[in-house]
T-cell receptor, first 111, second 115 residues
Framework: GEDVEQSLFLSVREGDSSVINCTYT??????LYWYKQEPGAGLQLLTY?????DMKQDQRLTVLLNKKDKHLSLRIADTQTGDSAIYFC???????????FGPGTRLSVLP | DGGITQSPKYLFRKEGQNVTLSCEQN?????MYWYRQDPGQGLRLIYY???????QKGDIAEGYSVSREKKESFPLTVTSAQKNPTAFYLC??????????????FGPGTRLTVL
């Protein structure tokens, strides 16, 4: 089945860029998603990318997709303390019925 | 406002007791999901339902049960057979499944602690 990997922790200084990486095993997914979870809360969709795109930009967020290497990344420009959260990569399974989530990357933004 | 509600936010259970976690959505979504979240392990799928009166086991269904009698409601029962139930439980729903765009919407979660 699908397997999704992420590094667990990332620390950056306020104002710097953050890059969160994700690798997955199944290349048949048509949409790939990034979710954000703030402490003690549910997940919220942050952004997504269609699989025939290499890059998608949305204000401070840039998503890069390398289908050949099955690698997805999320770049947050000018990272703020409010960006401190856990970020999950989510990839639909082969049938599109369920998501497979990565373990989440905990982003800490230092002042 | 449309959304997903979960109750209670915090739940304490003694060993050997069954407890039921509530999940309600007013988004008119067909599919609903239950996930368990443990630190450093991401979200693991417990059960999911794509239509009323039908549901399927996810990756970690042992010790849990669900029902889907109404489109809006998908309660999860944590039974005494679940050996390590202390975790954060998340309910989600989506309007469609398949290979197209199918964002999952999440509730605020229930934190269950076994005393």
């Amino acid at each position: 089945g699908e397997d999704v990997e992420q590094s667990l922790f990332l620390s950056v200084r306020e104002g710097d860029s953050s890059v969160i990486n994700c690798t997955y095993t199944d290349s048949s997914s048509t949409y790939l998603y990034w979710y954000k979870q703030e402490p003690g809360a549910g997940l919220q969709l942050l952004t997504y990318i269609f699989s025939n795109m290499d890059m998608k930009q949305d204000q401070r967020l840039t998503v890069l997709l390398n289908k050949k290497d099955k690698h997805l990344s999320l770049r947050i420009a000018d990272t703020q303390t409010g960006d401190s959260a856990i970020y999950f990569c989510a990839v639909p399974d082969n049938y599109g019925q369920n998501f497979v989530f990565g373990p989440g990357t905990r982003l800490s933004v230092l002042p | 406002d449309g959304g997903i509600t979960q109750s209670p936010k915090y739940l304490f259970r003694k060993e050997g007791q069954n407890v039921t976690l509530s999940c309600e959505q007013n988004l008119n979504h067909d599919a609903m999901y239950w996930y368990r979240q443990d630190p450093g392990q991401g979200l693991r799928l417990i059960y999911y339902s794509q239509i009323v009166n039908d549901f399927q086991k996810g990756d970690i269904a042992e010790g849990y049960s669900v029902s889907r009698e109404k489109k809006e409601s998908f309660p999860l029962t944590v039974t005494s057979a679940q050996k390590n139930p202390t975790a954060f439980y998340l309910c989600a729903s989506t309007s469609r499944t398949g290979t197209g765009y199918n964002e999952q919407f999440f509730g605020p979660g229930t934190r269950l602690t076994v005393l």
